[in-house]
């Protein structure tokens, strides 16, 4: 969902290139007229100086535009573009508009009431108590919090969502976290336990990720932290060696949308490369044509969220060092997975070679890294990593001047809670190498259990590409996907709807293993069922994630689903 505003805002901003280059070539003729009237030559100098940069500059960004996308691809945007405008000005007429917002405003209303259960039974509280409770109270209240009615996580029915290293691991990061609860990296004179436990994971980080000896890092509060961190680095680097005002990142379209946020954020535009359509890996040929003057950094994934591929990150490799470009390889999911698979592989199935993804790879100059993904640290944790000290530099923050005193902070977050560092390096230290790499093997065979039961098993199913980690991402050319997904859901499966193309998708995590035969049962009734329905063509009353990627994946209703998105986020804040 996250990824739809940025498409249309790209399309926006391609067809208002498009727009202007058109009113710069008609502009020669009125400024030559306007250029007769103005008698003062040097003025004229001036002005036609002016008017030749501007030209000059339209002329290179259009050539651009048209490299990137060529010239179908360019007709298509357009064509996109125009369809999309004309299906939001439908929307807005009257008879139309009340039915849409009729159609809207239900949908949000059934999607408030799950999300926001209220009734006899439930306590609401709008303020303060006036006065406080006793401890009874509050933990009394706290347990029927944490058993309200939710997605049942414990059996190993979600994908991904909970990255739980056991009982026992849970309960050694509550006491860390209980140790270090004040605790402050802001303040290492006060806390310089909790500074050299940081310094500490970074260096752990790096090392299983083969980082030269020049290598440092930073933790940060999550994936997206992590990416945010690499792309403002490199847009600061962009700037300060090359001059870079208009800084653009190319990465596959599976890129996490946390990239979608950092162009969001620090007003980069991303240009999005298509996916080898046999590999799934992104198209080398496509970000040849997307890079240009003003690429700050290219980015791949190993592997990547939707697909759970590993992007050919040599290949993009000789890319970036042709051009001088840096490059970000994100990690973040295969965190504790990716740097034991080589290993693993060679245990267990010589015929997988692990592609080289590291700091191994010349070229790579960050990689993100997330702890509380398969590093299995509590949530809020991940680190960011670089060849070197001078490209970290840039994503550090100074204000020295300022009246609170000599300031300095290295990421996004001013105090940084002390306890989760604590949980996190108390994980790390209590899992160990070994630990992980018997994690990794357990994950990597339940998601290549499931991958080969979908391709023996089923004939109306595929997997796309040949994931080799934790995620399996597959689709049908005969059903509708979605159906599958929500005829699991009915089963209690919640597994992650794709788009671009149809695909649903399982990130195996520790709790997922024991729940693997199970899966592949439930899939067949579910299956079976989706099948009858298709071959008999019913009409039946389709389920939410069939409904929902249903409205986003018609460009006549496009636009909805940015509403139905909002309300989503307007529902968290609801009491
Ligand atoms: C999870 C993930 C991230 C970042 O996620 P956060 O939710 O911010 O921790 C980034 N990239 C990939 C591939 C991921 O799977």
New binding site residues.
């Given amino acids: 969902m996250t990824q739809m505003p940025s498409n249309i805002a790209g399309s926006v901003i391609h067809a208002a290139g498009t727009a202007a280059n058109l009113a710069a070539l008609t502009a020669t003729h009125s400024h030559i007229f306007w250029c007769k009237m103005v008698s003062s030559t040097s003025f004229r100098t001036a002005s036609t100086a002016v008017f030749l940069v501007f030209a000059a500059r339209m002329a290179a960004k259009s050539w651009r535009e048209l490299r990137a996308r060529g010239i179908i691809g360019s007709v298509k945007d357009l064509y996109g573009f125009c369809a999309r405008k004309f299906f939001r000005f439908m929307m807005t007429l009257p008879g139309i508009s009340e039915k849409v917002n009729a159609e809207v405003e239900k949908t949000l209303t059934r999607m408030e009431e799950e999300m926001v259960p209220r009734g006899p039974g439930i306590t609401r509280y709008f303020e303060l108590p006036k006065q406080g409770w006793t401890d009874e109270l509050v933990f009394n209240e706290l347990h029927e919090l944490a058993e309200m009615k939710h997605s049942p996580w414990e059996a190993g029915r979600v994908s991904?969502a909970v990255y739980h290293g056991g009982e026992d691991i849970l309960k050694l990061q509550t006491e860390a976290y209980g140790m270090f609860s004040v605790a402050n990296q802001l303040h290492p004179d006060i806390f310089p336990g909790v500074r050299k436990m940081e310094a500490e994971v970074v260096s752990m980080v790096l090392r299983i990720y083969n980082a030269p000896e020049s290598g440092v890092g930073t933790s940060t509060?999550?994936?997206?932290?992590?990416?945010l961190m690499a792309s403002l680095a490199a847009k600061i680097k962009g700037w300060h060696e090359k001059g870079i005002t208009e800084p653009e990142i190319v990465a596959p379209v599976t890129?996490?949308?946390?990239f979608d946020k950092a162009a969001y954020y620090f007003g980069i535009k991303l240009r999005h490369a298509p996916l080898d359509p046999d590999t799934y890996k992104v198209d080398l040929k496509a970000v040849k044509r997307l890079v240009n003057s003003n690429t700050i950094l290219i980015a791949g994934?190993a592997?990547?969220?939707p697909h759970g591929i590993i992007d050919d990150i040599e290949g993009l490799s000789e890319i970036a060092l042709k051009h001088n470009i840096p490059l970000h390889v994100?990690?973040?999911?295969?965190s504790f997975v990716v740097p034991f698979m080589e290993k693993v592989y060679s245990e267990i199935d010589l015929s997988v070679s692990v592609p080289l993804f590291d700091f191994r790879v010349k070229g790579v100059t960050s990689i993100?890294c997330?702890t509380?993904?398969y590093g299995f640290a509590p949530?809020g944790s991940?680190v960011i990593m670089y060849r070197d000290a001078k490209l970290r530099r840039y994503q550090y923050f100074l204000a020295t001047d300022w009246s609170g005193g000599v300031y300095a902070s290295p990421t996004l977050a001013g105090s940084r809670p002390g306890a989760l560092m604590a949980g996190c390096w108390a994980t790390l230290m209590r899992i160990g190498e070994d630990g992980y790499i018997e994690s990794c093997r357990n994950i990597i065979s339940a998601a290549r259990s499931i991958r080969q039961a979908i391709q023996n098993e089923f004939e109306c199913l595929y997997v796309l590409g040949q994931p080799i980690g934790s995620v399996v991402a597959f689709s049908s050319e005969t059903l509708n996907i979605y159906d599958v997904a929500d005829g699991l859901l009915k089963k209690g499966w919640h597994l992650s709807a794709l788009q671009n193309p149809s695909a649903i998708h399982i990130?195996c995590t520790r709790l997922t293993v024991a729940a693997v035969a199970e899966l592949i049962s439930d899939l067949h009734e579910v299956v079976t069922q989706v099948e009858m329905h298709t071959v008999a063509g019913e009409k039946k009353q389709q389920g939410d994630t069939a409904m929902l990627y249903g409205v986003a994946g018609s460009i006549s209703t496009h636009g909805i689903v940015d509403e139905l998105a909002v309300g989503f986020l307007d529902n968290l804040y609801k009491v």
């Fill in positions: 991904g509060s999550g994936g997206t932290e992590s990416l890129i996490h949308a946390g994934s592997p990547n969220f994100d990690a973040c999911l295969g993100s997330d509380h993904k949530k991940s990130a």
